[in-house]
Protein backbone atom coordinates (compact mmCIF):
# COMPACT_ATOMS: atom_id res chain seq x y z
CA UNK A 1 0.00 0.00 0.00
CA UNK A 2 1.10 3.35 -0.31
CA UNK A 3 0.59 6.70 1.80
CA UNK A 4 1.47 10.08 2.10
CA UNK A 5 1.61 12.14 4.87
CA UNK A 6 1.77 16.19 4.75
CA UNK A 7 3.00 17.28 7.49
CA UNK A 8 1.76 20.61 7.87
CA UNK A 9 -1.69 21.74 7.22
CA UNK A 10 -1.43 25.33 6.94
CA UNK A 11 2.10 27.61 6.67
CA UNK A 12 2.28 31.26 6.74
CA UNK A 13 5.08 32.83 5.30
CA UNK A 14 5.85 36.76 4.82
CA UNK A 15 6.94 37.81 1.27
CA UNK A 16 10.07 36.98 -0.28
CA UNK A 17 10.86 34.78 2.61
CA UNK A 18 12.03 30.93 1.89
CA UNK A 19 9.39 28.20 2.17
CA UNK A 20 9.30 24.40 2.68
CA UNK A 21 6.46 22.17 2.26
CA UNK A 22 7.14 18.61 3.80
CA UNK A 23 5.93 15.85 2.13
CA UNK A 24 6.58 11.97 3.16
CA UNK A 25 5.73 9.08 1.50
CA UNK A 26 5.40 5.32 1.83
CA UNK A 27 5.40 2.53 -0.15
CA UNK A 28 7.75 -0.95 -0.65
CA UNK A 29 8.35 -0.31 -3.96
CA UNK A 30 9.59 2.31 -6.58
CA UNK A 31 7.69 5.19 -6.58
CA UNK A 32 6.84 8.29 -8.80
CA UNK A 33 6.13 11.57 -7.16
CA UNK A 34 4.19 14.86 -8.06
CA UNK A 35 3.54 18.37 -6.52
CA UNK A 36 0.52 19.67 -7.47
CA UNK A 37 -0.59 23.48 -6.62
CA UNK A 38 -4.24 24.45 -6.31
CA UNK A 39 -4.76 27.88 -6.36
CA UNK A 40 -8.50 29.80 -4.91
CA UNK A 41 -11.46 28.38 -7.24
CA UNK A 42 -9.75 26.51 -9.47
CA UNK A 43 -8.73 23.11 -10.36
CA UNK A 44 -5.35 20.99 -9.84
CA UNK A 45 -2.21 21.89 -11.78
CA UNK A 46 0.90 20.19 -11.60
CA UNK A 47 3.70 22.31 -10.13
CA UNK A 48 6.77 19.34 -10.95
CA UNK A 49 7.10 15.77 -10.67
CA UNK A 50 9.76 13.45 -10.09
CA UNK A 51 10.23 9.74 -12.17
CA UNK A 52 13.93 9.06 -11.78
CA UNK A 53 17.64 10.28 -12.23
CA UNK A 54 18.45 13.61 -10.67
CA UNK A 55 16.76 13.90 -7.07
CA UNK A 56 16.71 17.27 -7.30
CA UNK A 57 13.70 18.30 -9.68
CA UNK A 58 12.69 22.22 -10.61
CA UNK A 59 9.44 22.78 -11.53
CA UNK A 60 6.97 26.37 -12.57
CA UNK A 61 6.80 29.47 -11.14
CA UNK A 62 10.53 28.77 -9.27
CA UNK A 63 9.59 25.79 -6.69
CA UNK A 64 11.92 22.59 -6.70
CA UNK A 65 11.88 19.85 -4.67
CA UNK A 66 14.32 16.96 -3.37
CA UNK A 67 13.48 13.35 -3.32
CA UNK A 68 15.00 11.11 -0.79
CA UNK A 69 14.73 7.80 -1.20
CA UNK A 70 16.36 7.06 2.30
CA UNK A 71 14.19 9.13 4.02
CA UNK A 72 10.95 8.77 1.89
CA UNK A 73 10.51 12.52 1.31
CA UNK A 74 9.92 14.74 -1.10
CA UNK A 75 9.82 18.04 0.04
CA UNK A 76 8.99 21.53 -2.16
CA UNK A 77 10.74 24.73 -1.67
CA UNK A 78 11.21 27.79 -3.02
CA UNK A 79 13.98 30.50 -1.98
CA UNK A 80 11.62 33.82 -2.29
CA UNK A 81 7.70 33.44 -2.42
CA UNK A 82 5.68 35.98 -3.74
CA UNK A 83 1.69 37.21 -2.63
CA UNK A 84 0.40 35.31 -5.62
CA UNK A 85 2.30 31.83 -4.37
CA UNK A 86 -0.68 31.54 -1.91
CA UNK A 87 -2.95 28.33 -2.51
CA UNK A 88 -2.99 24.89 -1.69
CA UNK A 89 -0.19 22.16 -2.35
CA UNK A 90 -0.44 19.07 -2.91
CA UNK A 91 2.10 16.21 -2.68
CA UNK A 92 1.22 12.84 -4.73
CA UNK A 93 2.56 9.49 -4.86
CA UNK A 94 2.02 6.72 -7.42
CA UNK A 95 3.53 3.04 -7.31
CA UNK A 96 3.80 0.71 -10.39
CA UNK A 97 1.77 -1.81 -7.80
CA UNK A 98 -1.26 0.34 -7.40
CA UNK A 99 -3.17 1.59 -10.29
CA UNK A 100 -4.25 5.11 -8.62
CA UNK A 101 -2.20 8.14 -7.32
CA UNK A 102 -2.77 8.80 -4.04
CA UNK A 103 -2.45 12.48 -2.48
CA UNK A 104 -1.60 13.91 0.70
CA UNK A 105 -4.29 16.16 2.95
CA UNK A 106 -2.31 19.23 1.56
CA UNK A 107 -0.64 22.24 3.30
CA UNK A 108 -2.35 25.72 2.89
CA UNK A 109 0.42 28.07 1.43
CA UNK A 110 -0.35 31.78 3.08
CA UNK A 111 2.39 34.60 1.71
CA UNK A 112 1.79 37.33 4.17
CA UNK A 113 2.95 41.17 2.87
CA UNK B 1 -10.33 26.36 -24.47
CA UNK B 2 -10.20 24.15 -21.59
CA UNK B 3 -8.92 20.44 -21.85
CA UNK B 4 -11.01 19.19 -18.88
CA UNK B 5 -14.16 21.13 -18.53
CA UNK B 6 -16.48 19.67 -15.89
CA UNK B 7 -20.75 20.92 -15.44
CA UNK B 8 -22.23 22.40 -13.31
CA UNK B 9 -19.62 24.17 -11.84
CA UNK B 10 -22.13 24.58 -9.01
CA UNK B 11 -24.81 23.20 -7.64
CA UNK B 12 -27.44 22.90 -4.32
CA UNK B 13 -29.59 20.85 -4.37
CA UNK B 14 -31.37 19.02 -1.80
CA UNK B 15 -31.30 15.34 0.44
CA UNK B 16 -32.57 12.65 -1.62
CA UNK B 17 -32.28 14.34 -5.16
CA UNK B 18 -30.49 12.45 -8.01
CA UNK B 19 -27.86 14.96 -9.49
CA UNK B 20 -25.35 14.06 -12.70
CA UNK B 21 -22.18 15.77 -12.80
CA UNK B 22 -20.12 15.54 -16.17
CA UNK B 23 -16.99 15.95 -17.29
CA UNK B 24 -15.53 16.15 -21.15
CA UNK B 25 -12.20 16.22 -22.13
CA UNK B 26 -10.06 16.98 -25.38
CA UNK B 27 -6.82 15.68 -24.60
CA UNK B 28 -7.43 12.60 -26.04
CA UNK B 29 -7.06 10.49 -22.64
CA UNK B 30 -8.34 7.06 -21.88
CA UNK B 31 -7.94 7.10 -18.57
CA UNK B 32 -10.54 8.99 -16.61
CA UNK B 33 -11.24 9.64 -12.73
CA UNK B 34 -13.48 11.44 -10.49
CA UNK B 35 -12.35 12.77 -7.18
CA UNK B 36 -14.08 14.63 -4.05
CA UNK B 37 -12.08 17.01 -2.08
CA UNK B 38 -12.96 17.21 1.58
CA UNK B 39 -11.22 20.52 3.90
CA UNK B 40 -7.94 18.41 5.55
CA UNK B 41 -8.85 15.07 3.76
CA UNK B 42 -7.15 15.88 0.35
CA UNK B 43 -8.82 14.01 -2.66
CA UNK B 44 -10.03 10.80 -2.43
CA UNK B 45 -10.48 9.11 -5.73
CA UNK B 46 -14.28 8.05 -6.33
CA UNK B 47 -14.15 5.48 -9.77
CA UNK B 48 -11.76 5.59 -12.76
CA UNK B 49 -12.10 4.52 -15.60
CA UNK B 50 -9.15 3.25 -18.07
CA UNK B 51 -11.32 2.66 -20.98
CA UNK B 52 -15.07 2.78 -22.17
CA UNK B 53 -15.84 -0.84 -21.07
CA UNK B 54 -13.24 -0.39 -17.86
CA UNK B 55 -14.59 1.09 -15.15
CA UNK B 56 -13.41 0.74 -11.63
CA UNK B 57 -14.42 1.73 -7.90
CA UNK B 58 -11.99 4.17 -5.91
CA UNK B 59 -11.25 4.27 -2.19
CA UNK B 60 -15.07 6.04 -1.48
CA UNK B 61 -17.42 4.51 -3.81
CA UNK B 62 -20.42 3.70 -2.34
CA UNK B 63 -23.33 6.22 -2.38
CA UNK B 64 -21.78 7.28 -6.20
CA UNK B 65 -21.89 5.82 -9.51
CA UNK B 66 -20.55 6.59 -13.01
CA UNK B 67 -21.06 6.17 -16.86
CA UNK B 68 -18.43 6.46 -19.73
CA UNK B 69 -19.99 7.36 -22.59
CA UNK B 70 -17.35 7.87 -24.80
CA UNK B 71 -13.59 8.53 -24.54
CA UNK B 72 -14.11 11.74 -24.35
CA UNK B 73 -16.94 11.76 -21.33
CA UNK B 74 -17.17 10.20 -17.93
CA UNK B 75 -20.25 11.19 -15.71
CA UNK B 76 -20.38 10.88 -12.25
CA UNK B 77 -23.88 10.27 -10.26
CA UNK B 78 -25.55 10.65 -7.14
CA UNK B 79 -28.82 8.43 -6.78
CA UNK B 80 -30.15 10.07 -3.54
CA UNK B 81 -27.53 12.67 -3.07
CA UNK B 82 -27.15 13.15 1.60
CA UNK B 83 -25.82 16.17 3.32
CA UNK B 84 -22.34 14.17 3.59
CA UNK B 85 -21.96 14.17 -0.14
CA UNK B 86 -21.39 18.07 0.22
CA UNK B 87 -17.88 18.50 -1.56
CA UNK B 88 -15.74 19.67 -4.41
CA UNK B 89 -16.15 17.06 -6.89
CA UNK B 90 -12.96 16.99 -9.32
CA UNK B 91 -12.34 15.17 -12.34
CA UNK B 92 -8.82 13.86 -14.13
CA UNK B 93 -7.49 12.57 -16.77
CA UNK B 94 -4.21 10.61 -17.74
CA UNK B 95 -1.92 9.05 -20.69
CA UNK B 96 -1.41 5.17 -20.26
CA UNK B 97 0.85 4.63 -17.22
CA UNK B 98 3.77 3.50 -19.48
CA UNK B 99 4.20 6.98 -20.76
CA UNK B 100 2.60 9.33 -17.99
CA UNK B 101 3.56 7.36 -14.39
CA UNK B 102 -0.21 8.64 -13.79
CA UNK B 103 0.72 12.26 -14.27
CA UNK B 104 -2.93 13.34 -14.19
CA UNK B 105 -4.61 17.06 -15.82
CA UNK B 106 -7.60 18.06 -13.41
CA UNK B 107 -10.93 20.01 -14.62
CA UNK B 108 -11.86 23.07 -12.53
CA UNK B 109 -14.43 21.34 -9.98
CA UNK B 110 -18.12 21.50 -9.10
CA UNK B 111 -19.21 23.15 -5.93
CA UNK B 112 -22.22 20.35 -4.43
CA UNK B 113 -23.92 21.55 -1.34
CA UNK B 114 -26.52 18.77 -0.81
CA UNK B 115 -29.20 20.96 2.02
Known amino acids: AQSVTQLDSQVPVFEEAPVELRCNYSSSVSVYLFWYVQYPNQGLQLLLK??????LVKGINGFEAEFNKSQTSFHLRKPSVHISDTAEYFC???????????FGSGTQLTVLP | DADVTQTPRNRITKTGKRIMLECSQTKGHDRMYWYRQDPGLGLRLIYY???????NKGEISDGYSVSRQAQAKFSLSLESAIPNQTALYFCATSEPLATSYNEQFFGPGTRLTVL
Open chain 1, 92 to 102: AVFSGSARQLT
Open chain 2, 49 to 55: SFDVKDI
Open chain 1, 50 to 55: YLSGST
